[in-house]
């Protein structure tokens, strides 16, 4: 079992008084710390399921991160590093290509993946990053 990987429309939601400040885990992971309540009333997409923890510790993104998200990543920042980019033609036309890559995990992927462009294109011109439930 993996968590779902999320785009969210909008600025990242970061408790005022921290301004983006970090918290390092116990892995060493540099996570941003977001008022997730805040994050579900953003627009938002879900993509499917993945597994970055499982895919760093064995080493291995091809068995734990679909095709499609690891396009996605290339051009949506996710939210631990702590910046957003905006949506454009660019980003669109590689979220075009990314919806119709193979899923070669065992994860699931959302049935009406292909309906992500579109919602996009409804956001043009807006911040967006991803988030990993």
């Given at each position: 079992?993996?968590?779902?990987?999320?785009?969210?429309?909008?600025?990242?939601?970061?408790?005022?008084?921290?301004?983006?400040?970090f918290?390092?885990?116990?892995?060493?992971?540099?996570?941003?710390?977001?008022?997730?309540?805040?994050?579900?009333?953003?627009?938002?997409?879900?993509?499917?399921?993945?597994?970055?923890?499982?895919a760093?510790?064995?080493?291995?993104?091809?068995?734990?991160?679909?095709?499609?998200?690891?396009?996605?990543?290339?051009?949506?920042?996710?939210?631990?590093?702590?910046?957003?980019?905006v949506?454009?033609?660019?980003?669109?036309?590689?979220?075009?290509?990314?919806?119709?890559?193979?899923?070669m995990?065992?994860?699931?992927?959302?049935?009406?993946?292909?309906?992500?462009p579109?919602?996009?294109?409804?956001?043009?011109?807006?911040?967006?990053?991803?988030?990993?439930?």
């Open positions: 079992m993996g968590c779902d990987y999320t785009i969210h429309i909008g600025e990242i939601p970061v408790k005022p008084d921290q301004k983006m400040g918290v390092h885990l116990a892995l060493g992971i540099s996570v941003a710390e977001i008022i997730y309540e805040k994050a579900l009333d953003q627009p938002h997409f879900t993509i499917g399921e993945t597994s970055f923890l499982k760093q510790l064995a080493q291995d993104r091809a068995t734990y991160i679909a095709m499609p998200i690891e396009k996605l990543l290339q051009v949506i920042p996710e939210y631990q590093s702590g910046k957003t980019k949506i454009d033609d660019a980003m669109i036309s590689v979220v075009r290509e990314a919806v119709s890559a193979p899923n995990t065992g994860y699931h992927m959302r049935m009406n993946l292909h309906e992500l579109k919602f996009l294109e409804e956001h043009k011109g807006k911040p967006c990053y991803s988030i990993c439930w």
